[in-house]
């Protein structure tokens, strides 16, 4: 059984950094691209980023440059999203997901809400920044 586990979120204070975890099971991790997405209150989802972990490529979206690095770890299995100087504004619920195609899930960090078909979707980690 395929399963993506987000953990890590939570009630922080704005300029303060936070790592979030993607615990992935039922599938080759390093045959696929993995990403981060996020929806926060009363907003459409919208893509951060997403990572080749058979060769670390990376790939972020414009709106979150800067302040969003991920990575990823084959032997564990794992995707991280570490988010710096963290905002009020970066509250919402986030998602990692994994497709097969880079590239698929390039156009769907860039297009979302408009595309969102990716292979596995978690259940997603709610991370709340407190002024």
């Known amino acids: 059984e395929v399963q993506l586990v987000e953990s890590g979120g939570g009630l922080v204070q704005a300029g303060e950094s936070l790592r979030l975890s993607c615990a992935a099971s039922?599938?080759?991790?390093?045959?696929?691209?993995l990403g981060w997405f996020r929806q926060a209150p009363g907003k459409e989802r919208e893509g951060i980023g997403c990572?080749?972990?058979?060769?670390?490529?990376?790939y972020y979206a414009d709106s979150v440059k800067g302040r969003f690095t991920i990575s990823s770890d084959t032997a564990k299995k794992t995707l991280y999203l570490h988010i710096s100087s963290l905002k009020p504004e970066d509250t919402g619920v986030y998602y990692c997901?994994?497709?097969?195609?880079?590239?698929?899930?390039?156009?769907?960090?860039?297009?979302?809400?408009?595309?969102?078909?990716?292979?596995?979707w978690g259940k997603g980690t709610l991370v709340t920044v407190s002024s």
């Open positions: 039922g599938f080759v991790f390093s045959d696929y691209a």
């Open positions: 990572i080749s972990p058979s060769d670390d490529k990376t």
């Open positions: 997901a994994a497709d097969r195609s880079l590239a698929h899930t390039i156009l769907v960090v860039k297009t979302t809400p408009k595309s969102v078909g990716m292979d596995y």
